[in-house]
């Protein structure tokens, strides 16, 4: 007994009538067109290369904010401060329902902000009294004291400003914190900061996890990122400098971010993640899954595609 | 050594296999079924031609270095034709896909010709992903940052730091281009074997 004919799955092998078909030739000329295209393009709309930012330029440009910064850094309520893995036990990390896979792979990139962000740059730098007797304060310190230094820093802290080089705040009850603070700004401001966060211990290295997680704190590279329209709420990171079409194909990933539940909810990077998996597993098995291999044949759209086949 | 013993070497079964599954005829074809005449043919082709000119163009940037293209106005130039043509694959890919979505291109026994090439779109869009925070300017930055809280939240980000420059440039110029060329030469010999999937029979079959 013959199996049933599915239109979805089946097809009738071609006997019919065949047609030249050079596959060198066609090769040949796509190569030649494309490459002329490529090269119009490129010679037309180049390409953006907008310089990185430093920490360096970043102090420079807002030692205020740096220094902000550098306090949240400081007490853990930075973004990187308060992460959760695989930076830190700081939270529990996003989770869908039970599920929590961030949890469970656990801290594998260990960040201490205020160890690796402020007191060991800080303590890399060459003997200054001042500097060097704050450190040994805070070292010494119980860290209910450590908290209370820097609450009442960053009590007194909506009044800072950088006055003459320096960062300037009006309390006395901060124990080594204001020390710790302006030196940190005027190492980032020399540029050394930027190299004892990348050089870790090593002369070569290629890693700037550290780095990058110090700048996205703050609010300089994500002021610089508004301007240039790369914000979450201007469709992120699928674009690109300038105007130029960035990752267009990632439209459907940042199309999620700018609807509910996804741009209220606290766990939206991780329903995102999820939903995508299951829509590209959904494109990958579609030949087995009824309904979706159906759409084809009910559209019709495939007499469009082949046109001349059906009108002959 | 006798002939069923040279039949059963794994060398002579694997010949045999590869002849009869894939005669010169079917690797480099002079004839076409009439029906393969449409402009969405013309995608597949552009596809694979940009993704050759994406190869290249990298393989011409890795020449000078990951630094190179910023200090200098002909590495800069290779850069665009690099982005470029990356843009111009990514176009004919998925007009491509969608072109083969609407024609049933799995029917026939070609399910593994279509789960392939879906497979090679998703890696392929980890490749252009790893290219841009590989690119060690501002963008790259803000994208690596940006991302870092979608790939963290799964937990790959644990073993997938999209803020180690190194890590991200050895997948971006070794390990995903190796699988895409891989999964790529496995899609295309699909094709060949199987052939171009043939239009729905008629209106009263398909019904």
Same mark, same amino acid.
């Given at each position: ?17 065949? &047609? ?74 996003? @989770? ?91 190492? @980032? ?7 004892? $966060? ?31 329209? $790369? ?36 766990? @939206? ?11 590209? $597993? ?10 979706? &291999? ?8 495939? &007499? ?9 | ?5 040279? #039949? ?5 079964? +694997? %010949?045999?296999?590869?002849?009869? !599954? ?32 994406? +190869? ?6 890795? +020449?000078? =270095? ?40 799995? %029917? ?30 501002? #963008? ?7 991302? !870092?809280? =979608? ?43 199987? =052939? ?5 029979? #008629? #209106?009263?079959?398909?019904?």
């Amino acid at each position: 007994m013959s199996k049933k004919f599915r239109s979805d799955v089946d097809v009738v092998e071609w006997t019919g009538r065949q &047609r030249p078909y050079d596959i060198l030739k066609e090769g040949a000329l796509a190569l030649l067109i494309l490459t002329i295209l490529t090269l119009t393009l490129a010679i037309i709309y180049g390409s953006p290369d907008e310089r990185s930012i430093t920490i360096k330029k970043w102090s420079n440009a807002a030692p205020v904010d740096f220094a902000m910064t550098a306090v949240s850094e400081l007490n853990g309520t930075s973004t990187t401060g308060s992460y959760g893995p695989p930076y830190n036990h700081a939270s529990t990390g996003q @989770a869908i329902g039970p599920v929590n896979l961030v949890n469970t792979v656990g801290v594998r990139i260990p960040i201490n902000t205020a160890n690796d962000f402020v007191i060991k740059p800080l303590s890399a730098l060459p003997y200054q009294a001042d500097l060097h007797q704050g450190l040994l304060n805070w070292k010494n310190a119980t860290e209910q004291t450590r908290a209370i230094w820097v609450t009442n820093y960053s009590d007194a802290s909506s009044k800072m400003t950088f006055t003459d080089g320096q960062i300037v705040v009006p309390t006395a009850t901060a124990g080594p914190v204001p020390v710790m603070i302006n030196d940190l700004t005027a190492m @980032a401001r020399s540029g050394a900061l930027d190299e004892s $966060l990348i050089s870790n211990n090593s002369f070569y290295t290629t890693d700037f996890t550290k780095t990058l997680l110090f700048i996205s704190d703050g609010s300089y590279l994500a002021t610089t990122a508004d301007k240039q329209h $790369l914000s979450g709420s201007q469709w992120g990171m699928m674009n690109e400098t300038g105007s130029y079409p960035g990752q267009a194909w990632l439209w459907m990933y940042s199309f999620w971010y700018q609807i509910p539940p996804f741009n209220t909810s606290g766990n @939206a990077d991780a329903l995102v993640w999820a939903l995508m998996m299951f829509l590209s $597993l959904l494109m990958i098995f579609v030949p087995f899954i009824p309904g979706l &291999r159906s759409i084809p044949r009910k559209t019709r759209v495939y &007499r469009l595609i082949w046109r001349d086949h059906y009108k002959s | 050594m006798s002939s069923v013993e040279i #039949d059963r070497q794994w060398t002579t079964r +694997l %010949r045999k296999r590869v002849e009869g !599954k894939l005669p010169p005829e079917k690797v480099l074809p002079d004839t076409q079924p009439s029906y393969v005449s449409s402009w969405i043919y013309v995608f597949g082709v552009a596809t694979l031609t940009s993704f050759t000119l994406v +190869l290249l163009t990298g393989c011409a940037l890795a +020449l000078r =270095g990951p630094q190179w293209w910023h200090e200098s106005n002909y590495g800069h130039f290779v850069n665009s034709l690099h982005l470029w043509s990356v843009e111009i694959f990514f176009f004919s890919m998925v007009i491509h896909l969608w072109g083969k979505y609407f024609m049933a291109a799995w %029917r026939g026994g070609r399910q593994l010709t279509w789960m392939t090439g879906g497979i090679t779109f998703l890696v392929s869009i980890a490749a252009g992903f790893t290219g841009y925070v590989s690119q060690s300017n501002f #963008d790259s930055q803000w994208i690596s940052t940006q991302a !870092k809280d =979608g790939i963290n939240a799964t937990g790959a980000g644990a073993y997938f730091n999209v803020l180690n420059l190194g890590q991200m440039l050895m997948w971006h110029i070794v390990l995903l281009p190796l699988v895409a060329v891989l999964l790529t030469t496995v899609h295309v010999v699909m094709v060949r074997i199987k =052939g171009v999937v043939p239009p729905f029979a #008629d #209106d009263t079959e398909v019904a």
